[in-house]
């Protein structure tokens, strides 16, 4: 297969020419498909991890987003310091996308817009992060074939998936439209993702690499799906300490100023309210199944009654 950096004189290309990249020139042995093939596994239980299963189902709270934003920006500033550092060396120089890849300024964006002007004295990187970010470091000034592997596992992801990821936390989070605190999952200087997705597994494709090295990288690759589940539980840990948030029309967040013992709806959760506690009465009643079942006929009657006079 040429190479995606060649013209038919052997130049090097100007201009990226999506329309050279086909799926169907791709061979069981590219590095792309052994990538897709060697990490399915991988990439389905970081999918099925609680963090991603309540993120894609809308079940995000916000100060968790925050801190997963954090994370984020710790990991890729870690990894585009080594592939700045790396950007001239052959094993690399191919995947080298600053202008339609590089995600670290676009996050330091989201962390103003969650933290504010100082957002660097609120934030600090996590233990799961920075077991990441380490290995990423090692990767890059002693492996750096390996950084394609870290590369692979991030922007794809964030072209793919992450495309899911912001709507469904612009909606759940209601971020603004202009896309304040979701820039990261903003690709401004990428035109078409499929495109330019097919264009990164050819230049993959093309890189000069024995089969061994082809096998570290794919190895190298199921350890950073690891990173990322191990950040995924770490955050759902996080989570569950978090008081619980509200949905819309629930009951208001508790701000963690005062005793939360003293609210109403919280002691209810806890089970502290006192036997005088209307709030706590009037939940049980509607606990009962008589209760619920006069409730029921009652909503049905005002229903048929709005639907008639509709009508």
């Known amino acids: ?35 897709k093939e060697g990490t399915k596994e991988s990439h389905d239980r970081a999918e099925n991890t609680q963090f991603v299963k309540d993120f894609l189902k809308g079940r995000i709270k916000k100060e968790l987003f925050k801190l997963a934003t954090v994370a984020l920006y710790f990991t890729y500033s870690a990894l585009e310091e080594e592939m700045d550092r790396n950007k001239d060396n052959p094993v690399f120089a191919p995947l080298y996308f600053p202008v339609e890849l590089h995600r670290r300024e676009a996050l330091v964006k989201d962390l103003k817009y969650f933290y504010g002007e100082d957002w660097k004295e609120k ?64 690709f401004d200087n990428v035109s078409n993702a ?52 509200a949905q819309d029309g629930g009951f208001p967040v508790h701000d963690g100023k005062g005793d939360i013992r003293k609210c109403p709806y919280y002691a209810d959760k806890l089970g502290t309210a006192g036997p005088g506690c209307p709030f706590h009465a009037a ?29």
């Open 194 to 245: 499929q495109q330019f997705k097919q264009l990164y597994r050819a230049r993959m494709n093309a890189l000069d690499l024995d089969k061994n090295t082809k096998e570290r990288i794919v190895e190298e690759a199921n350890k950073a799906f690891r990173f990322n589940m191990q950040v995924f539980d770490e955050l759902d840990k996080i989570g569950r300490s978090l008081a619980e948030e």
């Open 1 to 35: 297969m040429p190479s995606a950096l060649e013209s038919p004189e052997g130049g090097e290309e100007d201009i990226l020419r999506y329309e050279e990249m086909k799926d169907n020139a791709v061979s069981p042995m590219d590095l792309s498909e052994l990538l």
């Open 123 to 186: 934030v600090q990187c996590s233990e799961a992060t920075q077991q990441y970010v380490d290995r990423i470091h090692h990767v890059g000034q002693h492996e750096p074939e390996l950084l394609v592997a870290h590369a692979y596992t991030r922007y794809m992801g964030d072209l793919s998936g992450g495309q899911v990821l912001k709507k469904v936390a612009q909606r759940a989070l209601k971020l603004p439209s202009t896309e304040e605190g979701i820039q990261f999952y903003v």
């Open 283 to 311: 939940v049980g009643l509607a606990r009962q199944p008589l209760v619920q079942l006069v409730l029921a006929a009652c909503m049905a009657v005002a229903a048929g009654a709005a639907a008639w006079y509709i009508l």
